[in-house]
């Protein structure tokens, strides 16, 4: 058999540019580009009814319940499958997000989510997360520059909610900076992008050189 692949995960609020750099990422490096929620048919359902921003108010409960059942159809059907045939895998939110968006932001205790998570992912965990961090101010300025009103429901919660899920990710990085690095996502996007490739190169190497 060959090497396992690695999961390379970009994190942050909602408008600190992480989906760009992921698309890039995994362009430079080759790797399968994913996402969360909505990767998987399944998945793709449970977005829409968590995002939707016109649907029924969910409890924190249910929403960390349908994030999970999301994140288990990820790793079953995706992920885990790609990273046993050793592919490179670069994931647009994993894991962190929910300890971030229904732990610190909607307020659920995190150690329980962080076993919710481990069932629910069967323990694959991400090789490398790297948080693009930016004042919620600036995210939300980008945000409403979209112009195209089709904001969804975590995106409408407003600036406090987005505070606290900052301080949730920079919570998680902070406390491992072994699996993780924080990224000023106020870079221009280029630069940010370099910056970002040369730190997984750093840490995990490259998939064109790994051993079989």
Known sequence: MG??????????????????????VAEEFGARL?????????????RR?????????????AEALLMAADRAEHVALVIGPA???GTWVVSDRFSASTIAYQ???????????????????????????VLVDVPVEVAAA?????????ADRMERLGPEFAARVRK???????????HWIIVDGEMEIAPLTAHI????????????VSAP
Request: aromatic letters at 2%; glycine letters at 14%.
């Open 83 to 85: 990273l046993a045939a």
């Open 3 to 24: 090497a396992r692949g690695r999961l390379i995960v970009l994190e942050g609020i909602d408008g600190c540019g992480k989906s760009t750099q992921a698309r890039a």
């Open 49 to 61: 009814i968590v995002l939707a921003p016109d649907g029924s108010a969910l409890t924190a409960r």
């Open 34 to 46: 994913t996402h969360e929620p909505g990767a998987t048919p399944v998945g793709a359902r449970l």
């Open 197 to 208: 490739v040369a730190s997984v190169r750093e840490r995990l190497g490259d998939p064109s």
């Open 103 to 129: 732990g610190y932001g909607r307020g659920l205790d995190p150690a329980v989510l962080a076993d919710l998570v481990a069932w629910a992912t069967e323990g694959v965990a991400a090789d490398l997360s």
């Open 168 to 178: 949730g990710f920079l919570a998680q990085a902070t406390a491992d900076p072994v």
């Open 142 to 150: 980008r945000l409403a520059a979209t112009g195209d009103g089709g």
